[in-house]
Nanobody, 125 residues
């Protein structure tokens, strides 16, 4: 079984930055592509929005349009951890952020087998 634990969320003013981390245990971390999704207030699980993904080796990344140029996904396979650096945060970035692990880089929730419990990010205006 694979366990994912997110951390680093919090309350920040618009224009600020946060760095999310997701620690993975239970299987070989480098065998999984990793992604970040978010679920905005009032949205259901099926409405989780893709944010960013990174390939198993870290050589490929993909972002949703609204975060390009502001967010950066990275991974450290030696530390079994994936990160999401979020800069120039906006109120519309407010959501619970989830990390997910799957066999290959993808943008749909059903492409990922394992999920963390989420970390709250709140951006005030």
């Amino acid at each position: 079984q694979v366990q994912l634990v997110e951390s680093g969320g919090g309350l920040v003013q618009a224009g600020g930055s946060l760095r999310l981390s997701c620690a993975v245990s239970g299987r070989t971390f480098s065998s999984y592509a990793m992604a970040w999704f978010r679920q905005a207030p009032g949205k259901e699980r099926k409405e989780r929005e893709f944010v960013a993904a990174i390939s198993r080796g870290g050589g490929r990344t993909y972002y949703t349009g609204s975060v390009k140029g502001r967010f950066t996904i990275s991974r450290d396979n030696a530390k079994n951890t994936v990160y999401l650096q979020m800069n120039s945060l906006k109120p519309e970035d407010t959501a619970v952020y989830y990390c997910a692990a799957g066999p290959s880089i993808a943008t749909m929730t059903y492409d990922y087998n394992y999920w963390g419990q989420g970390t709250q990010v709140t951006v005030s205006s």
